[in-house]
C-alpha cells in the first residue's frame, strides 16, 4: 500500500494497522472497487503480519499488549486506542500511570531495554519497570 512500510525492521504496529485502516477508510468513502482490488493483497500480507502467532496481534483481538518508548528521560504521554496516560523514564526506571481506560500489557520496551512482564492496570492505576 502506498506509504506502507513493506520491510519488518520498518515497520510498527499503530503503522501497520493504520495503513489497513486508511485502505478501509479511502474503500468506503470511494466504493471504487477497483482501489480495494488492487491493494487488497498488499493489505492481507500486512494482517498475515500482525497476526503471525507472537506477532503484535497473534490471538486477532486487536488490541496490542505490547509498549514501547524512548528511552530519553522526561515524561511522556501515551495513548493505545484503549487507554491513555503518562510514562516517566528516568536511568533506573520506567512509570507508566493510566489516566482513562486500561491497558493490558505482555512486553515494555524502553530503548533498548526490554521486559517482558504481564501488567494489567486501570485508571488511577501505575505500573512500574526496574531496568
Known amino acids: 500500500m502506498p506509504g506502507c512500510a ?7 504496529a499503530d503503522g501497520q494497522m493504520g495503513c489497513i485502516m486508511k485502505l478501509y477508510r479511502e474503500w468506503q468513502l470511494s466504493g471504487d472497487r477497483a ?10 500480507s500486512a494482517l498475515s503480519y500482525v497476526w503471525k502467532e507472537k506477532g ?6 486487536g488490541v496490542d499488549k505490547s509498549f514501547r518508548i524512548t528511552s530519553k528521560p522526561g515524561k ?14 528516568t536511568e533506573q526506571s ?5 489516566l482513562e481506560g486500561h491497558l493490558l500489557l505482555e512486553s515494555f520496551t ?3 531495554r526490554a521486559c517482558k512482564k504481564r501488567i494489567h492496570l486501570d485508571a488511577g492505576q501505575e505500573g512500574r519497570f526496574v531496568f
Request: glycine share 8%; aromatic share 18%; charged share 20%.
Open 56 to 61: 503484535w496481534d497473534g490471538n486477532r483481538d
Open 35 to 44: 482501489f480495494l482490488e488492487k491493494y487488497w493483497p498488499a493489505c492481507k
Open 110 to 112: 524502553c530503548g533498548e
Open 76 to 89: 511522556w504521554f501515551w495513548s493505545n486506542g484503549s487507554a491513555w496516560g503518562t510514562v516517566t523514564i
Open 94 to 98: 520506567a512509570v507508566i500511570e493510566v
Open 6 to 12: 513493506p520491510d519488518p525492521e520498518q515497520t510498527a
